[in-house]
């Protein structure tokens, strides 16, 4: 695609719940990035993949949170049992490393917590 | 990991004034971008500035490797800069890039 796409925009869940964020990225980048942001405070890493390596997951804050990404492409975020720390907006990145690695991020999804 | 620390966190201008951001790295990097997270929350990219000096219209950016900073400039700053301003930066081609706290400014009519 044009950009890089991020689904839901909004995600409003009830406590205890498993909530699943989808990211579509740029045609041809081979990067992946989640970051998650949350209100008033900066980008904090949560796992990166690139091509067929290993997934750098360093960043997942527990073991609630996994992702995967399927055919090199569309990557989706699963959050299991959700916890009210848990909101945040939730933002995609994707860079072309056969190029200058430059990040380009989708407009996010904003889940809440009740 | 690189640490990353920016500088002022906040900054009130009046329209019409110019700034300078500033963004100090722990490590050296060789991959290093400015961007934008306008009121609405997308983050927009403005500078992919590894080294040197780079300018589109209002903005400018330098990056002095050696030194391990970089600063954004904002000449005749509008209403419209408003926002968070964000480096973020890695030291090899592929891997995470770390981000700074980011810089809030304010620009008033």
């Known amino acids: 695609g044009a950009g890089v796409s991020q689904s839901p925009s909004n995600k409003v869940t009830e406590k205890g719940k498993d909530v699943e964020l989808r990211c579509d990225p740029i045609?041809?980048?081979?990067?992946l990035y989640w970051y998650r942001q949350s209100l008033g405070q900066g980008l904090e890493f949560l796992i990166y993949?690139?091509?067929?390596?290993?997934?750098?997951k360093s960043g997942l804050p527990s073991d609630r949170f996994s992702a995967e990404r399927t055919g090199g492409s569309v990557s989706t975020l699963t959050i299991q049992r959700t916890q009210q720390e848990d909101s945040a907006v939730y933002l995609c990145?994707?860079?072309?490393?056969?190029?200058?690695?430059?990040?380009?991020f989708g407009e996010g999804s904003r889940l809440t917590v009740l | 990991g690189i640490q990353v620390e920016q500088s002022p966190p906040d900054l009130i201008l009046q329209e019409g004034a110019n700034s300078t951001l500033r963004c100090n790295f722990s490590?050296?990097?060789?991959?290093l971008q400015w961007f934008h997270q306008n009121p609405w929350g997308q983050l927009i990219n403005l500078f992919y500035?590894?080294?040197g000096t780079k300018q589109n219209g209002r903005l400018s950016a330098t990056t002095v490797a050696t030194e391990r900073y970089s600063l954004l400039y904002i000449s005749s700053s509008q209403t419209t800069d408003s926002g968070v301003y964000f480096c973020?930066?890695?030291?090899?081609?592929?891997?995470?890039?770390?981000f700074g706290d980011g810089t809030t400014l304010t620009v008033k009519p």
């Open positions: 990145a994707s860079s072309n490393l056969r190029g200058s690695g430059e990040l380009f």
């Open positions: 993949f690139q091509g067929n390596s290993a997934p750098d």
């Open positions: 045609s041809g980048h081979t990067a």
């Open positions: 973020a930066g890695r030291n090899t081609n592929a891997g995470k890039s770390t």
């Open positions: 500035i590894p080294s």
């Open positions: 490590d050296s990097v060789n991959n």
